[in-house]
């Protein structure tokens, strides 16, 4: 194997000009070996994206297979058998539900799309002039144009603020620890946030807006946040009030992260749109993908019959056989089971590790999907200094300790707060978990007595 002898002079353009990323020679299983020796756990499957594993022989001869069966055709003229059986894979348990699929490479695509394709729903329509969008204040969308306009991480969009389009407008996000009063029931606070999307619809007026979008567990930006009981029944009852398309961006959170293929399962509604991706290829292709309801389907098979947007490789073959094969692992190892049941056992000992530590302010998540949010004062919730940035020093002892989790900061208003995420793979064992907490604990404790008051 070829050594990367220096990388101070790298023409790489890396993350960070000033810090250099560590050497990754293989990773296997649940493991990533660096080029100095170190063996580590993959907590979060870097960002969220293992699901079966790194180095998984049956995605990858699935995959090396397609390679000379058809690596690529374009979607103009042809489709592929890989692609029609994704697509029956995820579709065949939500009939009535979802009626189609459309496979892109990146989340930012798949979230492009929904977007071209909830502006199209109405066009079709000679609704002309829903063409504006609402979303959450704390959210990430993506990172082309569109989705950054819908994202509201601040950190992400800062440099490019007067490129964003101002057909975006935001709404609180639904954050039940930090933003239901005292005095409030979860019930009144989930009003007060559907009572902020009805004024906010009235203001920029129903006949403008084609879409809410929402994360169902929101991920790099606040850290596994569930939404609170109720919230999503009582925004899909504001949309449909005013025929807005609810869609839902389940990249982080979706294809099994949870427990079900769908978060959304797992909440009393069904959106008009959702759009998958990360895990979805397990790590072995990228491959996203935008599903769409009968309603939605309808309205453009009616219509011009045909979606509007176009990319060279949607679709891609490669892509495809690697979500069959993931999906097909998942499905006959009974890996959903495995979320479920590692995850509640994950959850908990999360709690019962992280509880009394002076600087752990909430610990949330749903499945293999958990976050840790940081405080200096557990009673106050006061943010750390975001200065210090104590989600990446954590990271790093972590890191240290054989152990990689995500972090991330701007949390509570996207400048101050900071928390981590863990997503494991879906095959996470119960020794495992118990490895990952201790190793989590332990960093989070060398902290502890610095930043706390
Ligand atoms: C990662 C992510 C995206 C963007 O996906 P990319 O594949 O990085 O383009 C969009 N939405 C959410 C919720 C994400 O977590």
Same mark, same amino acid.
Not at 248 to 275: H, K, L, N, Y
């Given at each position: ?8 002079? =790298? *023409? ?95 989340? =930012?695509?798949? #979230? ?28 990430? *969308? ?10 509201? *991480? ?14 975006? *407008? ?34 920029? !007026?129903?006949?403008?807006?084609? !879409? ?63 759009? =998958? ?31 509007? #947007? ?32 590692? !995850? ?63 972090? !991330? ?45």
């Amino acid at each position: 194997m070829a050594k990367v002898e220096d990388l101070s002079n =790298s *023409h790489l353009m890396h993350r960070s000009l000033r810090e250099e990323p560590d050497v990754v020679n293989n990773a296997k299983g649940s493991y990533i070996f660096l080029q100095n020796g170190q063996k580590v756990f993959d907590g979060c499957g870097g960002a969220a994206v293992i699901a079966v594993g790194h180095g998984n022989s049956e995605v990858i001869e699935a995959v090396s297979k397609q390679l000379s069966v058809v690596s690529y055709v374009h979607t103009f003229e042809y489709t592929t058998p890989v692609a029609e059986e994704l697509a029956n894979i995820l579709l065949k348990n939500y009939s009535g539900k979802i009626a189609k699929v459309y496979f892109v490479n990146s989340g =930012s695509e798949a #979230n492009e799309a929904a977007v071209k394709v909830a502006v199209q729903y109405f066009y079709e329509q000679g609704k002309t002039s829903k063409t504006q969008f609402i979303s959450r204040k704390q959210s990430y *969308h993506g990172n082309c144009l569109a989705g950054m306009s819908l994202s509201g *991480h601040v950190l992400r969009r800062k440099p490019f603020e007067n490129l964003v389009s101002d057909k975006f *407008h935001k709404v609180s996000e639904a954050n039940e620890y930090r933003w239901k009063k005292n005095d409030e029931t979860t019930g009144e606070y989930v009003e007060r946030l559907a009572n902020e999307l009805e004024a906010k619809i009235l203001e920029v !007026g129903p006949d403008n807006i084609a !879409g809410f979008f929402a994360e169902t567990i929101v991920g790099a930006t606040t850290g596994c946040l569930t939404a609170p009981k109720g919230y999503f029944k009582a925004i899909q009852k504001i949309c449909e009030k005013y025929d807005v398309l609810l869609i839902t961006d389940e990249i982080m959170c979706g294809s099994g992260r949870t427990g079900t293929f769908f978060a959304w399962e797992q909440e009393d509604f069904v959106p008009d749109i959702t759009t =998958s991706g990360k895990a979805l290829g397990g790590g072995y292709s990228p491959l996203s993908a935008v599903f769409m309801n009968q309603k939605v389907v309808d309205v453009l098979s009616n219509g011009s019959a045909s979606f509007n #947007n176009g990319h060279t490789f949607q679709c891609y073959p490669l892509s495809c056989a690697a979500g069959i094969a993931v999906q097909k692992i998942i499905q006959r190892d009974n890996l959903l089971q495995n979320v479920k049941v590692m !995850g509640e056992y994950l959850g908990q000992a999360l709690v019962k590790e992280l509880k009394d530590i002076k600087i752990v302010g909430n610990i949330r998540g749903r499945g293999l999907f958990w976050g840790v949010e940081f405080v200096k004062d557990k009673s106050t919730k006061e943010a750390i200094d975001p200065r210090i940035r104590i989600g990446q020093k954590i990271q790093h002892n972590a890191l240290v300790n054989g152990l990689a989790i995500y972090p !991330g900061f701007g949390t509570i208003d996207g400048l101050s707060g900071d928390h981590i995420l863990i997503a494991p793979s879906y095959d996470i064992t119960q020794d495992q978990v118990n490895v990952m907490v201790q190793q989590v604990a332990a960093s989070i404790i060398e902290m502890e007595q610095k930043y706390a008051t």
